[in-house]
């Protein structure tokens, strides 16, 4: 099991299959995808070689992230492949949802268990100024098709001061009889957003004080959950939770470690470097990978610098997929 000095094991692990995305978030890529690197992306044999060494250091869960990770071809053959090893319980997927009404019972079919959608506005407008997309009334349908076809869904949503803030009623209005996770996330500094997170930071204390006098509890956290705070309501099917990467104490449990489409080791989101693994990814060199990442962990970090506008390597959230 990976561990590191302060009594954290990494049983979860993110992977990018591409730092591309089609959506221009305003707290992500507000000028849209542009390629600051000459970089192949890993492919699909890389991937599962890669899946197969952390496995066999303990890793139970993998999360294929993007950018947008459905701009893969390969994307059902990552997740069948992944599959295969018997060493991991969980598949998940982060998305815009663009391609879940059309792809979500492809890639149930291939082995994918949960996948986590990004809906930052029920407002079709709100949701274009937001995204640059057009697509909410699809992305919508696509999260009724993931739950028709079995896969357990959460939906995120980035809290924006002039955008989202008060959104609450009508997310308890939507989780009302729907049995999806939705998440609220405190907006992060990254090197490129500085101003936009200045401007649109809001802490996300009124919504959990809010949940609180509607009745919601919180829930036991998984161990193979990430960082959301969850509260449920005995009249409600579905749930609300809360990232909030500001509070004292968000690192403690960390349980996640992440690597980039082009092959590199980020022990957090916001570590100042990635460290390349990409040599040991062939299958001549896989064998000699794992005790290179277990020398790697003493280098991880108590905690993130956030509170103090340290952002690390991470320029923008499509880098990591978040």
Known sequence: ??????????????????????????????????????????????VLNLVEVFASLGT???????????????????IAGIKQNQHIQTIALTTNGYKLTQNAQDWYNAGLDSVNVSVDSFDEHQFKVITGSSKLKEILLGIDRAIDVGLKVKINLVLMKQFNHKVLGQVMQYIKDKPVSFRFIELMETGDNAIFFNQQHVSPAGIQHSLIENG??????????????????????????????????????????????????????????GYDIRWGLSDERK????????????????????????????????MLGG
């Open 216 to 273: 919601f509890v919180q829930t036991s956290r998984d161990k193979f959950s990430g960082p959301a705070r969850v509260y449920s309501h005995q009249d409600y099917v579905g749930t609300i939770g809360l990232i909030t990467p500001y509070a004292s104490g968000f690192c403690d449990n960390c349980n996640r470690l992440r690597v980039s489409s082009t092959g590199k080791v980020h022990l957090c989101l916001f570590a100042e470097k």
């Open 287 to 318: 064998h000699e990978l794992a005790s290179h990442i277990e020398a790697l962990m003493p280098y991880k970090k108590p905690t993130h610098l956030l509170q103090e506008h340290k952002t690390g390597a991470t320029t923008h959230l499509a």
């Open 60 to 78: 139970k869960k993998v999360r294929i992230t993007g950018g947008e990770p459905s701009l893969r071809k390969d994307l059902s053959d990552i």
């Open 1 to 46: 099991m990976l561990s590191d000095g302060f009594g954290r094991q990494f049983e979860y692990l993110r992977v990018s299959l591409t730092d591309v995305c089609n959506f221009s978030c305003q707290y992500c890529l507000p000028d849209g995808y542009q390629k600051t690197h000459k970089s192949r992306f890993l492919s699909s044999h890389e």
